[in-house]
């Protein structure tokens, strides 16, 4: 337990406001209507911690699709590039040498929120959308003062375009580099292939960020509603879900679930995160699995079971048999979620953009910027 204070780091940066419709929430007002949960009309869902005019109260998701098929995508795919893999990796160890093992964790998040908003695009790299900038959905909540690894992939991108230049797609280097990640933090446990052959989007909208990907105060059924929107089943909401094995998340994002608010987190965790949160801030950020927090393992199934996770949406996995079914299942046989994890990683890899009348996608030169040629 003490180690979650210990790790505790604190946030420079802004306090996100959430700008919806001409109303302006600041972060102290929406933690002012989190604790008071009674207040009338008041859910706690998605991204923010009450009943949103914007959301209000709607699934945050449309209608569920087939699970994709990553037609066009092979094993092998940079033939014409034969480094390219390994141009990757190197960037990724080097990128967690010096002791920075939490960048893997956020290039595995970085490759998840890719991947849930225009398919696996690389859109989630881009810092300018046609006319405007900082309107991208590197902006919107899931997102902003949060993701992290951002460096690395334009690091490798620079080094491929030396050594094969206009080859290999941006989308490509952030499934690569989540591969690569999720084998080193797993200490070689979890190794497989990735599928290749995506191309780079040219659009990206904060909004579409907010409204694909799911959030921690998601209930099972808003989660599982998400997954759907991307044709990912129950099974692969749960098995992906285990990446909280790793890596750190803020304060603002579990308070719901601390005292003197009721919840079914251990108490002692409770206790110890609730001191941490109140001398360090909402901003402040604590590691996700406290027992062991810089592994990617099965751990998290064994810390849903006992109240060990942070979010309302972690614990959502306990909250009904079929649900708690496979986190037993997991947090019993350390191998089969090892093997689902890379089967599912796969997977949402193969997530395409389905907009129609979408700008050609392309090779991109710089992963921040689409082509302006
Ligand atoms: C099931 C729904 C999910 C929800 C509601 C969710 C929500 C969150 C939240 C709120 C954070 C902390 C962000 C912050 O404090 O700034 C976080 C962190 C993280 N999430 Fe998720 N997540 C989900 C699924 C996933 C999936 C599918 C993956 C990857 C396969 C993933 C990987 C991570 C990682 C690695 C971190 C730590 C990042 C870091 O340390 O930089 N999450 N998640
Ligand atoms: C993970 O990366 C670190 C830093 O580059 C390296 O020292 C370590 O050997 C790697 N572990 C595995 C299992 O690849
Ligand atoms: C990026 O956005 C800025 C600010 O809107 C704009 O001045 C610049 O021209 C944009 N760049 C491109 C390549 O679109
Ligand atoms: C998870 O569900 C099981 C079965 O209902 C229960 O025994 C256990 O206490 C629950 N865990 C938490 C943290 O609520």
Same mark, same amino acid.
């Given at each position: ?25 600041? /972060? ?6 989190? $604790? ?14 009450? !009943?949103?005019?914007? *959301? ?8 569920? !699709? ?17 480094? /390219? ?15 920075? *093992? ?42 902003? %003062? ?22 290999? $797609? ?14 080193? !933090? ?54 992906? $879900? ?11 994002f579990f308070t719901n679930r601390l005292p003197p608010n ?29 027992v062991t927090p810089v592994a990617l393992d099965n751990q ?49 890899? %193969? ?23």
């Amino acid at each position: 337990m003490a180690k979650v204070a210990a790790l505790t780091i604190t946030l420079l940066g802004l306090l996100v406001s959430v700008t919806c419709q001409g109303s302006i929430y600041s /972060a102290q007002q929406q933690q002012d209507a989190s $604790s008071s949960s009674s207040s009338p009309g008041c859910i706690l869902r998605g991204w923010i911690p009450f !009943l949103h005019p914007c *959301r209000d109260g709607q699934p945050p998701t449309p209608n569920p !699709l087939p699970p994709p098929s990553g037609a066009g995508l092979t094993v092998g795919y940079y033939k014409n590039c034969p480094g /390219a893999e390994g141009i990757v990796r190197k960037a990724v160890e080097k990128a967690m040498d010096n002791g920075n *093992r939490g960048i893997g964790a956020g290039l595995i998040r970085i490759f998840f929120h890719d991947c849930f908003v225009r398919g696996c695009d690389a859109s989630v790299l881009l810092r300018n959308t046609s006319g405007s900038s900082d309107q991208t959905e590197m902006f919107g909540l899931p997102n902003i %003062n949060s993701l992290r690894g951002f460096q690395v992939i334009n690091d490798a991108k620079a080094e491929l375009e030396k050594a094969c230049p206009r080859t290999v $797609s941006c989308a490509d280097i952030v499934a690569f580099a989540a591969r690569d990640a999720t084998r080193n !933090l797993s200490y070689g446990a979890i190794d497989f292939q990735m599928p290749a052959g995506r191309l780079d989007g040219r659009v990206s909208l904060k909004e579409e960020a907010e409204k694909n990907l799911p959030g921690p105060f998601d209930s099972l059924d808003d989660l599982q509603k998400s997954f759907a929107a991307q044709g990912l089943g129950f099974n692969d909401m749960v098995t992906l $879900s285990g990446a909280h094995s790793i890596g750190v998340a803020r304060c603002r994002f579990f308070t719901n679930r601390l005292p003197p608010n009721p919840s079914d987190m251990d108490r002692d965790l409770a206790r110890s995160l609730k001191a941490t949160c109140d001398q360090n801030g909402l901003d402040s950020k604590v590691v996700q699995d406290p027992v062991t927090p810089v592994a990617l393992d099965n751990q998290y199934y064994k810390n849903v079971h006992n109240g060990k996770v942070l979010f309302t949406s972690d614990a959502a996995l306990n909250s009904t048999d079929d649900a708690r079914k496979v986190v037993d299942g997991f947090a019993n046989n350390a191998v089969d979620w090892y093997r689902a994890f890379a089967d599912a990683m796969v997977k949402m890899g %193969n997530i395409r953009d389905r907009t129609i009348n979408r700008p050609k996608p392309e090779i991109r030169e710089k992963c921040f910027i689409y082509n302006t040629y």
